[in-house]
T-cell receptor, first 109, second 114 residues
Framework: TQLLEQSPQFLSIQEGENLTVYCNSS?????LQWYRQEPGEGPVLLVT?????EVKKLKRLTFQFGDARKDSSLHITAAQPGDTGLYLC?????????FGTGTKLQVIP | GAVVSQHPSRVICKSGTSVKIECRSL??????MFWYRQFPKQSLMLMAT?????????EQGVEKDKFLINHASLTLSTLTVTSAHPEDSSFYIC??????????FGNGTRLTVT
């Protein structure tokens, strides 16, 4: 059973636009990770957030962990074609990692 | 950064045969390894969790006799798809972690059963 819902499921935008992906759960996680996956490859870790309310920036990507550690968001500024991929959030609990439903992003040049 | 090597990257086999997929952690001790299955454009579906030296814990609906998992060392886990059928065709991915560290993923194995 998927406990992490991501929205939107699919997103197609023009180069230069901004976007936000949401990851929501009813469960509390000790930490949350964001991954990006390209076709035919394994997911690549982008960031880990641990503290409620934490905000981390990775160049044009901004990640936020909710105060209650149940949700997270990923904001991309001025999207580029290289940002295209499947974005996955993953919540870590006791001995288990739960993956979100995924957001397929396409950035059109 | 941590590297996880998965082999083979692609395999085609005939229906009824068995296929073994290897997952190795190259520069850390993987106390826990996970095996996932992924359908096109979808997220990862956890199949099983394996801790070194103990039996794997399978998710509900995953047949443990069909998907044999062995985690005999801190750097190697294998997934064997036994008596493969066309419906087993999929993208299989492993991940590994040391203690409570973030997951590191292999590059996946595309299995096609003809």
């Amino acid at each position: 059973t998927q406990l992490l819902e991501q929205s939107p499921q699919f997103l197609s935008i023009q180069e230069g636009e901004n976007l936000t992906v949401y990851c929501n759960s009813s469960s509390v996680f000790s930490s949350l990770q964001w991954y990006r996956q390209e076709p035919g490859e394994g997911p690549v870790l982008l960031v880990t957030v641990v503290t409620g309310g934490e905000v981390k920036k990775l160049k044009r990507l901004t990640f936020q962990f909710g105060d209650a550690r149940k949700d997270s968001s990923l904001h991309i500024t001025a999207a580029q074609p290289g940002d295209t991929g499947l974005y996955l959030c993953a919540g870590s609990g006791y001995q288990k990692v739960t993956f979100g439903t995924g957001t397929k992003l396409q950035v059109i040049p | 950064g941590a590297v996880v090597s998965q082999h083979p990257s692609r395999v085609i086999c005939k229906s009824g045969t068995s296929v073994k997929i290897e997952c190795r952690s190259l520069d850390f001790q993987a106390t826990t390894m996970f095996w996932y299955r992924q359908f096109p454009k979808q997220s990862l579906m956890l199949m099983a969790t394996s801790n070194e030296g103990s039996k794997a814990t399978y998710e509900q609906g995953v047949e443990k006799d069909k998907f044999l998992i062995n985690h005999a060392s801190l750097t190697l886990s294998t997934l064997t798809v036994t008596s493969a059928h066309p419906e087993d065709s999929s993208f299989y991915i492993c991940s590994a972690r040391e203690a409570a560290s973030p997951l590191h993923f292999g590059n996946g194995t595309r299995l096609t059963v003809t």
